[in-house]
C-alpha cells in the first residue's frame, strides 16, 4: 500500500526564520516519485518540485531546498528565512507506477508572522 | 501559455440531483486528472483520463464518473449528489501522465450539496 505522512499539522513561524516540513512516505515499489506542492489562500495548487526514486540528490531553489532520505522513507522540505508569502498549505505527494494513482498528505498549514 | 480552468467556479446543488463538472488543461497537455478535496478526507484522487481514455481510477463509487474529449477537454459527472460530495474539485493537467509527471492544477470547483 502506498502512503504519504504528513505529522505536521499546523505551524507557525516568525519571518525570517527556517522552517522544515516533515515527509514520510510508505511503498513497496523500487520506482516512484515524490512531489511537493503548495496550496496559497487563493486555493489554486502549485507545483513545487518532482523526485524520483532513484535520484537522491538534494535540491536547492532559492530560498526552498529539499532533502531525499530513502534509508529513512522521508522527503522533507525546508524554507529559509522565510517570509509572509511562505505562508500556505504545503502537499508532499508520492506516485507509483504499479499504483497509478496519486497520493497525496494530509498537508502542514505554515502560518509566517510578519 | 493559458492555465487550466474549471467551469464553473461555484455550484449550490439539492442532494439527489446531478452535477457536471469541466476543465480545460494547459494545451499540449494529454493528461487530466481529478481530485476531490474536503477537510476531513484531504486531497482524493479521483481518476485520470489520457487520449479519451480512463486509465486510473480511485476508490471512489460508481455515482463519480468522467469523460475526456479529443481536444483532451474533461468533464466529472456525480449523480445523485449526496451531503458528503460537497467539496472543492480540483482538476489537473500534465504532459503525458498524472503519475511520472508533475501536475498543474485548475482553480477548482466549489461544490455546495444541501
Known amino acids: 500500500a502506498q502512503k504519504v505522512t504528513q505529522a505536521q499539522t499546523e505551524i507557525s513561524v516568525v519571518e525570517k526564520e527556517d522552517v522544515t516540513l516533515d515527509c514520510v512516505y510508505e511503498t513497496r515499489d523500487t520506482t516512484y516519485y515524490l512531489f511537493w506542492y503548495k496550496q496559497p489562500p487563493s486555493g489554486e495548487l502549485v507545483f513545487l518540485i518532482r523526485r524520483n526514486s532513484f535520484d537522491e540528490q538534494n535540491e536547492i531553489s532559492g530560498r526552498y531546498s529539499w532533502n531525499f532520505q530513502k534509508s529513512t522513507s522521508s522527503f522533507n522540505f525546508t524554507i529559509t528565512a522565510s517570509q509572509v508569502v511562505d505562508s500556505a498549505v504545503y502537499f508532499c505527494a508520492l506516485s507509483t507506477n504499479t499504483g497509478n494513482q496519486f497520493y497525496f498528505g494530509t498537508g502542514t498549514s505554515l502560518t509566517v508572522i510578519p | 501559455k493559458a492555465g487550466v480552468t474549471q467551469t464553473p467556479r461555484y455550484l449550490i446543488k439539492t442532494r439527489g440531483q446531478q452535477v457536471t463538472l469541466s476543465c480545460s488543461p494547459i494545451?499540449?497537455?494529454?493528461?487530466v486528472s481529478w481530485y476531490q478535496q474536503t477537510p476531513g478526507q484531504g486531497l482524493q484522487f479521483l481518476f485520470e483520463?489520457?487520449?479519451?481514455?480512463?486509465?486510473n481510477k480511485g476508490n471512489f463509487p460508481g455515482r463519480f464518473s468522467g469523460r475526456q474529449f479529443s481536444n483532451s477537454r474533461s468533464e466529472m459527472n456525480v449523480s445523485t449528489l449526496e451531503l458528503g460530495d460537497s467539496a472543492l474539485y480540483l482538476c489537473?493537467?500534465?504532459?503525458?501522465?498524472?503519475?511520472?509527471?508533475?501536475?498543474?492544477f485548475g482553480p477548482g470547483t466549489r461544490l455546495t450539496v444541501t
Open positions: 494545451s499540449g497537455h494529454r493528461s
Open positions: 483520463y489520457f487520449s479519451e481514455t480512463q486509465r
Open positions: 489537473a493537467s500534465s504532459l503525458e501522465g498524472a503519475v511520472t509527471y508533475e501536475q498543474y
